[in-house]
C-alpha cells in the first residue's frame, strides 16, 4: 500500500479516530489479575496462580488451553508482579540452541545475584521430547522459572520427565457473558480501546460476536474492531446483530485438524454413534465438515464404526458405510455431504456389537503371547505322495460329503483346541449367530463322537 493511499484512508476517518498502532487485542491486554476475565479458578480470589503470584512462589507451570484464553497475558502478569526476570520465546520461531543460552544466561544471574528468570515459551508442544530434555537441569537447580503454554494435550505432546516438575494448569475457552464483558470493556475504553469511535453495539450484536469467537478472546476483539472501524468508515453510529454476521460472512469454529479438538470432535462423533444417538451424530459431523474436515476422513471413520462398533449385529452396515464413502467420492461436497448424513443416522440406529472386535483383538494377543503352532495335520493340504506319506491331510473330512455339513475336525492348533475368540451379543442379526453357533457346536460333537473323536479340553 502507498503512503498517499494510506493518507487518503485516514483522512476519509472521522476525526480523532485514527487507528492506534497495533491490534486491539494487543492494545487491551490485561495489564492485572484483577483485569483478567473468565479464568477464576486459576486467577479468581482463591485461585492457585493468584496465591502463588502474590506470594512470590511461582513454580514452573504448563499453561494448558484453547487459543484467546489468556496463557500469555498471564505469564506477563506473572513476570510483572514476581521479582523474576521475564524472557519470552515462541517455538515456533526460536530454535533450542537460543533457548538454552538464555538458561545458561539464567543460571549464572542465579549465582551471582540470586534473581531467578521466567522463561516463557509460548506453543512448548512445538519442540520435540530430546529437545525438552534441555530444560530439565535448568528446572531442577532452580535456575529458571519454566512457564510453557500450550493448546495441545500436555500428557501427550510434553516429556513425562518435564511434566513431572511442572504444575499444569488448565485454562478454559471463555464463556460468551466473559467474552460480551470483554467487548463491552474494549468498547468503551478511551485510551487502548475504541470509544474514539463513537460507535454503539447492540447487545444482541455483542452476543454474536462471542458466539462466532468460539470461546477465543482475540477472536472477538478482532471482530469487534473490523465491525466498529466499518461503522466509521460508512458514517454508521450503531452496530446490530445483521452487520456482524455480514462481516464475519460466516461462523468461524475452532477447530485444528491435527491438534486435541480434531480428536475430541471425532471422540465426539464416535461416542454419539455408539450411544445410538442420530441428532447429536448429525450435529457432530455437520460440525467437522463446516470447519473443514477432510469429508473422506470422517468416511473412513464410520466404515471403521460399521466393523468395530456394529459388526454383525447389523451385517449391512459396512456396505451401506462402504456406498457412503463411494457416494461421496463421486458427487464432492456439498451434495455428497447428505450421502454421510445417511449414513451417520443409520450407524446411529443399528443395534450395536463389537463382538467382531473383541473377537479379534483376542486373536491378536493370543499370537503375541503364544508361540506359532503348527497347522493341525488334518486340514493341511497335500498335493504330492511326499506330503501324504509323511501325514498331511490326514485324518480329512470332506464337510460337502457328510449329512450334517461338517466333519468334526478340530481347526485350531492342539494348544489352543476348544478356544472361543468370537462370542456373538445378542442384539440385532447376532442373535441368530449366537444360535447358529451353538447349533454348529452341537453337530460338531455329535460328528465327533460318531467317529470315536474325544470332546476338545475348554
Known amino acids: 500500500?502507498?503512503?498517499?493511499?494510506?493518507?487518503?484512508?485516514?483522512?476519509?476517518?472521522?476525526?480523532?479516530?485514527?487507528?492506534?498502532?497495533?491490534?486491539?487485542?494487543?492494545?487491551?491486554?490485561?495489564?492485572?489479575?484483577?483485569?483478567?476475565?473468565?479464568?477464576?479458578?486459576s486467577v479468581g480470589p482463591q485461585g492457585f496462580l493468584r496465591r502463588a503470584i502474590l506470594e512470590d512462589?511461582?513454580?514452573?507451570?504448563?499453561?494448558?488451553?484453547?487459543?484467546?484464553?489468556?496463557?500469555?497475558?498471564?505469564?506477563?502478569?506473572?513476570?510483572r508482579e514476581t521479582s523474576s526476570r521475564f524472557v519470552p520465546f515462541?517455538?515456533?520461531?526460536?530454535?533450542?540452541?537460543?533457548?538454552?543460552?538464555?538458561?545458561?544466561?539464567?543460571?549464572?544471574?542465579?549465582?551471582?545475584?540470586?534473581?531467578?528468570?521466567?522463561?516463557?515459551?509460548?506453543?512448548?508442544?512445538?519442540?520435540?521430547?530430546?529437545?525438552?530434555?534441555?530444560f530439565l537441569p535448568y528446572v531442577e537447580r532452580g535456575d529458571i522459572i519454566l512457564v510453557g503454554a500450550t493448546t495441545e494435550n500436555p500428557s501427550f505432546e510434553l516429556n513425562g520427565a518435564l511434566l513431572s516438575r511442572c504444575r499444569v494448569v488448565v485454562l478454559e475457552p471463555l464463556t460468551p457473558e466473559a467474552?460480551?464483558?470483554?467487548?463491552?470493556?474494549?468498547?468503551?475504553?478511551?485510551?487502548?480501546?475504541?470509544?474514539?469511535?463513537?460507535?454503539e453495539v447492540d447487545q444482541q450484536a455483542f452476543e454474536t460476536i462471542a458466539q462466532l469467537a468460539s470461546g477465543d478472546a482475540r477472536r472477538a476483539l478482532n471482530l469487534l474492531e473490523l465491525a466498529v472501524e466499518d461503522a466509521a468508515a460508512r458514517s454508521a453510529s450503531r452496530i446490530d446483530q445483521k452487520t456482524v454476521r455480514d462481516i464475519a460472512q460466516r461462523k468461524t469454529l475452532l477447530y485444528d485438524k491435527s491438534g486435541e479438538e480434531h480428536f475430541n470432535l471425532i471422540s465426539a462423533l464416535h461416542k454419539s454413534l455408539r450411544e445410538s444417538d442420530p441428532d447429536a451424530a448429525l450435529y457432530w459431523l455437520a460440525r467437522m465438515l463446516a470447519a473443514g474436515e477432510d469429508p473422506l476422513y470422517l468416511a473412513r471413520r464410520m466404515v471403521r464404526f460399521a466393523s468395530e462398533d456394529v459388526g454383525l449385529a447389523d451385517p449391512q452396515a459396512l456396505p451401506q458405510a462402504l456406498a457412503a464413502w463411494d457416494a461421496f467420492h463421486r458427487l464432492g461436497s456439498p451434495e455428497g455431504e447428505l450421502a454421510l448424513a445417511q449414513l451417520a443416522i443409520y450407524?446411529?440406529?443399528?443395534?450395536?456389537?463389537?463382538?467382531?472386535?473383541?473377537g479379534y483383538k483376542a486373536v491378536r494377543r493370543t499370537i503375541e503371547e503364544r508361540p506359532a503352532d503348527p497347522v493341525p495335520m488334518s486340514i493341511r493340504n497335500a498335493p504330492t505322495q511326499l506330503m501324504k506319506k509323511v501325514g498331511y491331510g490326514e485324518g480329512h473330512v470332506y464337510a460337502h460329503a457328510t449329512d450334517e455339513g461338517m466333519g468334526?475336525?478340530?481347526?485350531?492348533?492342539?494348544?489352543?483346541?476348544?478356544?472361543?475368540?468370537?462370542?456373538?451379543?445378542?442384539?440385532?442379526?447376532?442373535?441368530?449367530?449366537?444360535?447358529?453357533?451353538?447349533?454348529?457346536?452341537?453337530?460338531?460333537?455329535?460328528?465327533?463322537?460318531?467317529?470315536?473323536a474325544s470332546e476338545p479340553p475348554r
Not at 69 to 74: D, N
Not at 347 to 358: C, D, G, Q, R
Request: charged fraction near 30%.
Open 90 to 134: 515462541s517455538a515456533v520461531t526460536s530454535g533450542i540452541k537460543e533457548v538454552k543460552a538464555v538458561m545458561a544466561d539464567a543460571e549464572r544471574l542465579r549465582r551471582a545475584q540470586g534473581q531467578r528468570t521466567l522463561l516463557f515459551i509460548d506453543e512448548i508442544h512445538r519442540f520435540n521430547r530430546a529437545q525438552q530434555d534441555a
Open 179 to 199: 467474552l460480551v464483558e470483554i467487548l463491552e470493556r474494549a468498547l468503551g475504553d478511551t485510551e487502548n480501546g475504541l470509544a474514539r469511535y463513537r460507535v
Open 57 to 79: 512462589r511461582v513454580p514452573s507451570l504448563i499453561l494448558w488451553g484453547p487459543p484467546g484464553s489468556g496463557k500469555t497475558t498471564i505469564a506477563e502478569i506473572m513476570a
Open 408 to 452: 468334526g475336525m478340530e481347526c485350531l492348533p492342539e494348544s489352543l483346541a476348544g478356544s472361543r475368540f468370537y462370542r456373538p451379543g445378542e442384539s440385532g442379526f447376532e442373535a441368530e449367530l449366537s444360535e447358529r453357533l451353538e447349533r454348529f457346536r452341537k453337530v460338531r460333537e455329535r460328528t465327533r463322537t460318531a467317529r470315536g
Open 347 to 358: 450407524l446411529a440406529l443399528a443395534p450395536k456389537s463389537n463382538s467382531v472386535y473383541e
Open 1 to 41: 500500500m502507498s503512503d498517499s493511499l494510506f493518507d487518503d484512508q485516514l483522512a476519509s476517518q472521522p476525526a480523532g479516530s485514527a487507528r492506534l498502532p497495533g491490534p486491539l487485542a494487543d492494545r487491551m491486554r490485561p495489564q492485572s489479575l484483577d483485569e483478567v476475565v473468565g479464568q477464576e479458578k
